[in-house]
C-alpha cells in the first residue's frame, strides 16, 4: 500500500499507498502475475497520459464535513474553478483533446452517514470506499475519488490529506480530505480556507496522477527525497507542506498551483 499526504505548515512549527505445474520458478512467475496485474491496471499514469479522453472527479462527504461550494467572496470565480483549472492545464498541449468535468455544487456530490470517528488508520478509511465509490476507471476514462471526513489520521495527525494506492500501487488512487485540518486556516481569515482546501486537493490530484516521480518522470531534477514525492520549489503545489503564507498570497484569479518543474514533467511525459 502506498500512501502520500500533504501537511500543514503552521506559521511557527510544522504540525505534522487445470493448467498443470508450470516449470517456470516461482520468482518469475511472480514478476509475469505482476506484469500481467500492471497492463490491465487503467490507474496509473501511463494511461492517463496516453488512452485517456475524459476525466471527472467523484466527491464525496460525511455529514458535517462538506466541501465548500459557490463562489468565492473576492473576485466571485467558483470554488472549485481552481481544481478544474489545474486539472485542464495538467492534459493540454498533448495533440489531442481530454474532457474534464468537476463537480462545483453540493448536489453534484454524495453525502455520506456521519462516521462518528475522531482518527483513522488507512484501513479505515480504505473501508469507506467500496461501500460509497460509484464510479472506476477504465483505458479511456478515468474517474478520481475524493472523500471528505472529520477527524485525523491516527498516526499521522498533521496530515490535511492523504492519497492512498493499492499494493505496489496498482489500483485506483483514492483521496481522503480531513476537514477539521482544514479548518484550521479558518483562524487566518475566512476567505482563506477555501483557497487552502482547493489548494489541498489539487495537491491530491497532482499525487494521483504520478507527480512527483510517482509514475511520471522526472524532466529536471526537483524532486524531495527526504518527503517523498514532494517538489523543491516551496513556491510549487506540491511541495510537501501548505503554510498559512501560500494560502494567504494565493489567488483564485491566477489558479495553477504546479511550479514549472512538475509542469514540465507532465508536458514532456508521452508514453
Known sequence: MIFRALII?????????????????????????????????????????STVRSVDLEVAYETDAEPFTGNYAIGGSNIWSVTDSNLQDVFADRGYSVAVTVPTDLSEMNEIPNQNRSSWSVNQLLGLVPKYRKRTSDFQSTSFFIMYVRGQLADAPGVIAVTVSGILGIGPPVIFVF????????????????????????????????????????????????????CTNESCGMFWALSGTKVETFSPASPLIFGQECRDDIRNYNP
Do not use: W
Not at 483557497?195 to 531534477?221: C, D, F, M, R, W
Open 179 to 230: 476537514k477539521d485540518m482544514i479548518d484550521q486556516f479558518d483562524s487566518i481569515s475566512p476567505d482563506k480556507v477555501e483557497k487552502a482546501e482547493q489548494i489541498t486537493v489539487t495537491h491530491e490530484l497532482g499525487h494521483a496522477l504520478g507527480l512527483v516521480n510517482a509514475g511520471i518522470p522526472l524532466y529536471s531534477s526537483h524532486q524531495d527525497k527526504e518527503h517523498g514525492n514532494h
Open 9 to 49: 505548515l503552521s506559521f511557527f512549527s510544522f504540525i505534522n499507498c487445470e493448467n498443470g505445474k508450470s516449470e517456470l520458478p516461482p520468482a518469475v512467475l511472480g514478476y509475469i502475475a505482476l506484469d500481467y496485474l500492471i497492463l490491465t491496471d487503467p490507474d496509473r499514469s501511463s494511461v492517463y497520459f
